[in-house]
């Protein structure tokens, strides 16, 4: 019967929840640009507040970039540990948004209403999904589900770089039974899922120099190589015809997918028309012999994220640049190295710069792919859970995105994770007028009261 009351004090406690949330909202925590290092900061001190006006013992901790927040509730049962992050992307191009990117507001929409505003669905609003839901437990039975850690991370969006010495340096504090990880999606249009298969990252931005500095391109243009034409050969020449990737070793490692889980992704039925079709497209671009969803879940890509040089103002400037540039990242699977990847991208661009121009290499992070084990019963028991909340049953499904600290945690802490969210693919995670659906919230707070509930 307490459960009945915890979703009862949900349903009428929303509106204060979402006030909550705005104001965390409000927070510009970009942790990729340092401009924004205080706001990180202002949301990981928030976010501690928050956790010790619950009960927890709770404190932000410094690492070399942004802090961490770390609390701890005591109690009996089963030890839970709930991670997610309270860094954003960057709010560019900001001429794109409907209003200001930390002006949070409800807007009305033909699907629904909305939360919008950066970070609402990824991670701020997913991450208060669970502290919600602790508070309406608080409220009810007098004591947080315990015992239970609390792990937010503040540079999540840009490659973890504190988070391994973090966890390494503090491996008691962080070690619990299971892992909870509230940073992924529904399926399609409102199915509840548990991911179980993430891919990794491997980021690389890469200067070419050609001449000395900037040229005027009727006197020197024809006669001295212009970089950017160097970047764009190399670029082009990253995927084959049949949108293979073409750095030499770059599969080698890379395994089929068991029968049994491409069985089972052909029966989720993925709309692969409709999913191009909301985007606008029609033709899927990669690997010709693949199916769209084992594409994104279970396959290698490459992709430039950006491409900049030479002269990009208002009206035209006949330069031949000095420098060319571009931020590319690889998406992994399990069985690639991303060190090993890292060190044969670049051992390609080599063989491809021309002997009087140079190129320089910045690393950006990375992170392992992984694949989670769900022999532990409670991915059965939060999976029944989430089918009684959302009326469907729940999927096991991978994700094309990356969350490095999934693979970590098994890793470093030898613990599994389940990851359990409720963002929708038309988000628009890290894009312009990003937006996490009210029933999202409302109903993933009642999730997780739901699975605290079947794992107590
Ligand atoms: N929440 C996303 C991961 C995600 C993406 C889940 C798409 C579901 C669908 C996460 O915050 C993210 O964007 N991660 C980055 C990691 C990178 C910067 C190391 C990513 O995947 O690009
Ligand atoms: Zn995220």
Same mark, same amino acid.
């Given at each position: 019967?307490?459960?009945?009351?915890?979703?009862?004090?949900?349903?009428?406690?929303?509106?204060?929840?979402?006030?909550?949330?705005?104001?965390?909202?409000?927070? $510009?925590? /970009?942790?990729?640009? =340092?401009?924004? %290092?205080?706001?990180?900061? *202002?949301? !990981?001190?928030?976010?501690?507040?928050? #956790?010790?006006?619950?009960?927890?013992?709770?404190?932000?901790?410094?690492?070399?970039?942004?802090?961490?927040?770390?609390?701890?509730?005591?109690?009996?049962?089963?030890?839970?540990?709930?991670?997610?992050?309270?860094?954003?992307?960057?709010?560019?191009?900001?001429?794109?948004?409907?209003?200001?990117?930390?002006? $949070?507001? /409800?807007?009305?929409? =033909?699907?629904? %209403?909305?939360?919008?505003? *950066?970070? !609402?669905?990824?991670?701020?609003?997913? #991450?208060?999904?669970?502290?919600?839901?602790?508070?309406?437990?608080?409220?009810?039975?007098?004591?947080?589900?315990?015992?239970?850690?609390?792990?937010?991370?503040?540079e999540e969006?840009s490659g973890s770089p504190?988070l391994v010495?973090?966890?390494?340096?503090?491996?008691?504090?962080?070690?619990?039974?299971?892992?909870?990880?509230?940073?992924?999606?529904?399926?399609?249009?409102?199915?509840?899922?548990?991911?179980?298969?993430l891919r990794g990252l491997l980021g690389?931005?890469?200067?070419?120099?050609?001449?000395?500095?900037?040229?005027?391109?009727?006197?020197?243009?024809?006669?001295?190589?212009?970089?950017?034409?160097?970047?764009?050969?190399?670029?082009?020449?990253?995927?084959?015809?049949?949108?293979?990737?073409?750095?030499?070793?770059?599969?080698?490692?890379?395994?089929?997918?068991?029968?049994?889980?491409?069985?089972?992704?052909?029966?989720?039925?993925?709309?692969?028309?409709?999913?191009?079709?909301?985007?606008?497209?029609?033709?899927?671009?990669?690997?010709?012999?693949?199916?769209?969803?084992?594409?994104?879940?279970?396959?290698?890509?490459?992709?430039?994220?950006?491409?900049?040089?030479?002269?990009?103002?208002?009206?035209?400037?006949?330069?031949?640049?000095?420098?060319?540039?571009?931020?590319?990242s690889f998406r992994l699977?399990?069985?690639q190295?991303p060190?090993?990847?890292?060190?044969?991208?670049?051992?390609?661009?080599?063989?491809?710069?021309?002997?009087?121009?140079?190129?320089?290499?910045?690393?950006h992070g990375t992170g392992p792919a992984s694949?989670?084990?769900?022999?532990?019963?409670?991915?059965?028991?939060?999976?029944?859970?989430?089918?009684?909340?959302?009326?469907?049953?729940?999927?096991?499904?991978?994700?094309?995105g990356s969350i490095p600290i999934a693979g970590y945690?098994?890793e470093?802490?030898?613990?599994?994770?389940?990851?359990?969210?409720?963002?929708?693919?038309?988000?628009?995670?890290?894009?312009?007028?990003?937006?996490?659906?009210?029933?999202?919230?409302?109903?993933?707070?009642?999730?997780?009261?739901?699975?605290?509930?079947?794992?107590?």
């Amino acid at each position: 019967m307490s459960l009945e009351a915890v979703l009862a004090r949900i349903d009428e406690t929303l509106p204060e929840a979402t006030d909550r949330l705005f104001e965390l909202l409000r927070i $510009p925590s /970009i942790s990729t640009d =340092p401009v924004y %290092r205080g706001h990180c900061a *202002r949301a !990981a001190e928030w976010l501690a507040d928050e #956790l010790r006006g619950l009960g927890f013992d709770a404190a932000t901790r410094p690492t070399p970039g942004h802090p961490m927040v770390v609390g701890q509730s005591g109690g009996q049962g089963r030890h839970l540990l709930f991670y997610g992050h309270y860094d954003v992307q960057p709010v560019d191009p900001l001429d794109l948004w409907h209003r200001d990117p930390f002006d $949070p507001a /409800i807007e009305e929409t =033909p699907a629904g %209403r909305v939360i919008r505003g *950066r970070g !609402a669905s990824d991670d701020k609003g997913q #991450l208060m999904t669970f502290v919600e839901a602790c508070r309406a437990w608080k409220h009810v039975h007098g004591a947080l589900p315990g015992p239970l850690t609390i792990f937010f991370e503040g540079e999540e969006e840009s490659g973890s770089p504190s988070l391994v010495p973090f966890m390494q340096a503090h491996r008691e504090e962080l070690s619990a039974e299971i892992a909870l990880i509230c940073d992924t999606g529904l399926f399609g249009d409102g199915q509840p899922a548990i991911t179980t298969m993430l891919r990794g990252l491997l980021g690389e931005e890469i200067t070419i120099t050609g001449p000395g500095k900037d040229l005027h391109s009727g006197s020197y243009g024809g006669a001295a190589m212009n970089p950017i034409r160097v970047l764009t050969k190399i670029i082009a020449s990253l995927h084959d015809a049949e949108g293979r990737i073409t750095v030499p070793g770059f599969y080698d490692g890379v395994t089929e997918l068991p029968e049994a889980v491409r069985a089972q992704w052909q029966a989720l039925a993925f709309d692969h028309v409709k999913f191009l079709g909301d985007v606008g497209l029609s033709v899927p671009a990669g690997e010709h012999d693949r199916t769209p969803l084992e594409m994104l879940w279970s396959r290698p890509t490459c992709e430039v994220n950006g491409i900049w040089g030479g002269y990009t103002g208002a009206g035209f400037k006949t330069v031949l640049p000095s420098k060319a540039h571009a931020k590319i990242s690889f998406r992994l699977v399990p069985g690639q190295d991303p060190q090993v990847l890292r060190d044969a991208f670049r051992a390609h661009v080599r063989t491809m710069v021309p002997f009087d121009c140079e190129v320089a290499f910045h690393e950006h992070g990375t992170g392992p792919a992984s694949v989670m084990d769900i022999a532990d019963p409670a991915f059965e028991a939060a999976r029944a859970a989430l089918g009684t909340e959302w009326g469907r049953p729940a999927a096991y499904i991978g994700c094309g995105g990356s969350i490095p600290i999934a693979g970590y945690f098994k890793e470093v802490l030898g613990m599994d994770a389940m990851l359990i969210g409720f963002g929708k693919d038309d988000d628009q995670i890290h894009s312009p007028n990003e937006k996490y659906d009210m029933t999202s919230f409302h109903k993933g707070i009642r999730s997780w009261a739901r699975i605290l509930d079947a794992l107590a």
